[in-house]
């Protein structure tokens, strides 16, 4: 049984676990509207979705205060109410990853402003139509960074558990209105931001993108799935 | 608007407000047609209905419908109005002046005729027609690389009100639950409610449904084209509310409107239907003083100003003196009209029966 929603909106497609997931939502016939900030690198991506797909990609940063409202008005002109959001798009912060004491603060509050507070405004502006419905559902992305203590992990880490503990809240906060929100831990995955934080990683014990998007669709398709749950991909799943 | 922004700040002794302000600040009055008038706060709207009551609120997200164009080398603010089609919507033109100036005071934009191109930031309107009567009154397609709302949504700025300090950012002018962009100005009586004022009203058994309704502009700063405001509007009512609606008219309960968008659809769906039904529609209904209500018991508004057609729709609910005296209370208190501004409950008579 297929309980994918129709319209979703995924941040970070222009490469990586946002591109793959664009691509399988769209081949499971979810229509979807998809961001990043590289004009050629999302015309490449709606370019591995079937062409008769409803699938529409556009430049946009997630971290312009203008952004939400814009994408979801867009979703919903171009295929209807946004059902599904998936905040991905995230910056790892300074690369090399830095200890602490050598990381900005500047680099903290970017961080926090695109993987925290841009997600926060996109699942706001998106929880609308849901509110009206009483149905829709908020996935992010997270990472075991959030959770452990990992050197030089500071910043992502203290960024992405901003963005957990928000879902925290938010899961308490629409359980009675139908909404849920639901958090993916994809694991450790051939990326670029991978690569561009273990640049020294064995590449073939990574998880492709590919494979890891499609279990997460099909996390996403069962109907058994309850609001507050957490997927691990590659682990178990934790329930709420 | 033009009643209010002749005299900024202070129209039917009712000030407007400034700054952009959260909706639980509102104010609530709440006007029965008999016995006396009641106030308090808009998160106390709960303890003034009843459980089973239906609020219906508009889930229109507010498109940025100002648009800053060049006419060749002339300025043109394009506003639009309603959407025709994916790629043509009406608009009206405004000239010299921005919107720190009243409407009525903006100076004429220069005449258009078909084939004229308004050039905005990665798109263009092309004139397909203007109005006999109003030169200012358009048609116009979009020309853009981008699909027309992509574009739209990129150039585009919320309408401002001449009334207020702030400048609106989009996310000022959105209500909690909009969703598809159907309205060119913001649903102000839905913009009232807050997440917290949703739960109080559902902790009280309130039941809140939506519809999307096309809301146009209320005012062009011109009183022969105010005139044939409000033009006829879209609407849909998804399956969900219809029957929630018919459940409440079968229990005895209210149908409460989020305002003269959700009154204008509703009606508007029962004078085609014959009673609110699941569906699109277009709406032509206009409410007046003397115009029976058939779908809707009472409505959550803004507070209005005597001239505006928001308070003639008023006037379909309840008799003049009543108004008037909710207007002096408003007026005593200091109260505010308009957008940002606070809020009034109105109940018509005796509940409908079929």
Not at chain 1, 195 to 222: G, K, N
Not at chain 2, 135 to 163: C, D, I, K, N
Request: negative net charge; aromatic residues 4%; charged residues 20%.
């Amino acid at each position: 049984m297929n309980h994918l929603p129709q319209t979703a909106l995924v941040t970070g497609v222009s490469r990586g676990l946002g591109r793959a997931l664009f691509v399988e939502l769209a081949r499971r016939g979810v229509a979807v509207l998809g961001t990043g900030r590289d004009g050629a690198a999302l015309a490449e991506t709606r370019a591995l979705a079937p062409a008769s797909a409803k699938a529409h990609v556009v430049v946009a940063d997630v971290a312009d205060k203008t952004t939400p409202h814009r994408l979801a008005a867009l979703a919903a002109d171009l295929f209807g109410p946004v059902d599904l959001v998936v905040n991905n798009a995230a910056t790892l912060g300074p690369v090399p990853l830095p200890p602490l004491a050598d990381a900005a603060c500047e680099d903290l509050e970017a961080a926090l402003l695109v993987n925290a507070i841009a997600p926060f405004r996109i699942a706001k502006a998106a929880l609308g139509g849901m509110l009206a419905r009483g149905r829709g559902t908020l996935v992010h992305v997270t990472s075991d960074a959030a959770v452990s203590a990992y050197p030089g992990w500071g910043v992502y880490g203290a960024s992405k558990a901003a963005l957990d503990q928000l879902a925290r809240v938010w899961t308490e906060e629409l359980r009675d209105v139908g909404v849920r929100v639901l958090a993916v831990d994809p694991g450790e995955m051939d990326t670029k931001m991978h690569a561009e934080a273990v640049p020294d990683a064995d590449r073939a014990t990574l998880a492709q993108p590919d494979d890891v998007a499609r279990r997460i669709v099909d996390w996403l398709a069962r109907g058994d799935v309850a609001t507050g749950s957490r997927l691990v991909v590659g682990g178990a799943e934790v329930p709420s | 608007m033009s009643a209010a922004e002749a005299g900024i700040g202070r129209a039917g002794g009712l000030g407007s407000q400034r700054r952009v302000r959260g909706p639980d600040a509102s104010k609530l009055l709440v006007v029965r047609p008999e016995g006396p008038l009641a106030t308090g706060r808009i998160l106390d709207l709960g303890a003034f209905l009843s459980r089973g009551d239906v609020l219906v609120v508009n889930d229109a997200a507010t498109w940025p419908s100002s648009f800053e164009t060049a006419l060749d080398r002339t300025r043109v603010e394009v506003r639009l109005a309603a959407r025709r089609g994916t790629d043509t919507f009406r608009a009206v033109l405004f000239g010299d002046g921005d919107h720190h100036v009243p409407t009525e005071r903006r100076g004429p934009p220069p005449e258009v005729t078909p084939g004229a191109r308004l050039v905005a930031r990665g798109l263009t309107f092309v004139v397909e027609a203007v109005d006999a009567a109003s030169p200012r009154l358009v048609e116009l397609r979009v020309e853009s690389a981008r699909p027309t709302a992509e574009a739209l949504l990129l150039a585009g700025r919320p309408v401002q009100y001449a009334h207020m300090d702030d400048e609106l950012a989009l996310w000022d002018v959105q209500t909690l639950f909009a969703s598809r962009p159907w309205s060119f100005e913001m649903p102000s009586a839905t913009r009232l409610l807050s997440a917290r004022g949703l739960a109080a009203l559902r902790g009280r058994g309130v039941v809140v449904v939506p519809l999307t309704h096309g809301a146009g502009l209320t005012s062009t700063g011109d009183a022969a084209l105010d005139a044939r405001l409000p033009f006829d509007e879209p609407y849909d009512i998804p399956e969900a509310t219809a029957e929630a609606v018919r459940a409440a008219r079968a229990a005895g309960r209210r149908v409460v409107a989020a305002g003269t968008s959700v009154v204008r659809a509703l009606e508007g769906s029962f004078a085609a239907n014959g009673s609110v039904v699941a569906g699109g529609g277009t709406t032509s209904w206009l409410g007046a003083a003397g115009v029976p209500l058939h779908a809707v018991d009472a409505m959550l508004t803004g507070l209005h100003v005597p001239g505006e057609s928001h308070f003639e729709l008023l006037r379909a609910f309840l008799p003049q003196a009543r108004l008037d005296a909710a207007t002096a209370l408003a007026a005593r208190e200091g109260w505010v009209a308009h957008e940002f501004g606070d809020a009034m409950l109105v109940f018509r008579g005796p509940l409908l029966t079929f």
